[in-house]
C-alpha cells in the first residue's frame, strides 16, 4: 500500500482546509517545493497535489509551482484541482506530472474523460468527492445528484482503472477515514481506490491496509503530518506490513 503526502496549494502556499471550507485554512508553509523535497527525503514514492485555487477558479491557477515541485523531485506526483479540458491535461503531462486527476469534469463532461483516457490511459484518474453518498464538484462548492458507486460505475466503461475518493466530512478533521464507504465503493466499482479523508492515526492505515483485498492500494495523507498526529516513518513502515513499536 501506498502512503502518499498531501500538499494542497493557495495563493502559492501549502495549507490545509477542513471540509475544504476557505474559511478554516491552516497555512503549514510558504515554500511548497521545500515541503515536496521534505516528504521525497523523508521516503515518499508518491505525492499528491492539488490546485485549490485552480478548483474554484476552474482552471490550475498554480502552475509555476506544481511545474518546479514536478521539476525538482525524482518521485512521481499527481495532480488535481481545475483540470477542466484537454489542453490543460496535456500540459501536466507534458510538464512531467505522473498523473492528472478528474473531478468536476467527470460530472460535467463525461466525453473529456473518455477522450482523455483514450489518449493517456492509465494517466488519468477518477477524482471521486463525496459529501454525505452525493458527488461534490467544483472545489467541493457544489453537491451533485450523482451517487458515489453511479459515478465510479459510468467511468469505468468509459476506461478509468483508478479513483481517489475523498469523504468531505472527514477531511482535514483528523476523525478517521469513512472505513465502510472507501471498502465497498472499492469492493462494488472494481476500480482501484486511494483513500483520502480524515486519516488521523497508524490505526486508520492498518484499518486502510486491511481493505486492499478490496482494492484499496492507498492511501493520502494530509493533517496528521503536517499536524504531527502520525510519524511519516512509521506510516510508511505500516504501510508496507511492518510492526511499529
Not at 170 to 180: C, F, I, Q, S, V
Not at 216 to 245: H, N, P, Q, S, W
Request: charged fraction near 25%; aromatic fraction near 4%; glycine fraction near 12%.
Amino acid at each position: 500500500m501506498l502512503v502518499i503526502p498531501a500538499i494542497d496549494l493557495r495563493d502559492g502556499r501549502c495549507v490545509r482546509l477542513v471540509e475544504g471550507r476557505l474559511d478554516q485554512e491552516t497555512v503549514y508553509s510558504e515554500q511548497p517545493v521545500d515541503t515536496a523535497k521534505h516528504w521525497q527525503q523523508m521516503g515518499a514514492e508518491y505525492l499528491h497535489l492539488v490546485d485549490l485555487d485552480g478548483a474554484f477558479a476552474g482552471s490550475p491557477q498554480n502552475l509555476d509551482v506544481i511545474k518546479e515541485i514536478v521539476k525538482v523531485l525524482n518521485i512521481p506526483v499527481q495532480v488535481g484541482g481545475g483540470i477542466r479540458d484537454l489542453g490543460t491535461v496535456a500540459m501536466l503531462l507534458d510538464m512531467g506530472v505522473d498523473r492528472v486527476i478528474l473531478g468536476t469534469a467527470a460530472i460535467s463532461q463525461p466525453h473529456l474523460v473518455q477522450q482523455a483516457v483514450e489518449k493517456y490511459g492509465d494517466s488519468i484518474v477518477l477524482g471521486i468527492d463525496a459529501r454525505d453518498g452525493k458527488v461534490a464538484v467544483q472545489g467541493w462548492a457544489i453537491e451533485s445528484d450523482m451517487e458515489v458507486l453511479d459515478l465510479a460505475l459510468q467511468m469505468k466503461e468509459l476506461g478509468i482503472r483508478r479513483a481517489v475518493f475523498t469523504d468531505i466530512r472527514r477531511d482535514g478533521t483528523l476523525k478517521g477515514p469513512n472505513l465502510e464507504a472507501t471498502g465497498e465503493l472499492a469492493r462494488a466499482s472494481g476500480l482501484k481506490i486511494i483513500a483520502s479523508g480524515g486519516v488521523s492515526s497508524l490505526d486508520d492505515l492498518i484499518k486502510i491496509k486491511g481493505l486492499e483485498s478490496l482494492g484499496v492500494e492507498g492511501a493520502i495523507m494530509g493533517k496528521a503530518l503536517y499536524a504531527g498526529t502520525v510519524d511519516f516513518k512509521d506510516a510508511l513502515a505500516v504501510a508496507k506490513g511492518r510492526v511499529v513499536k
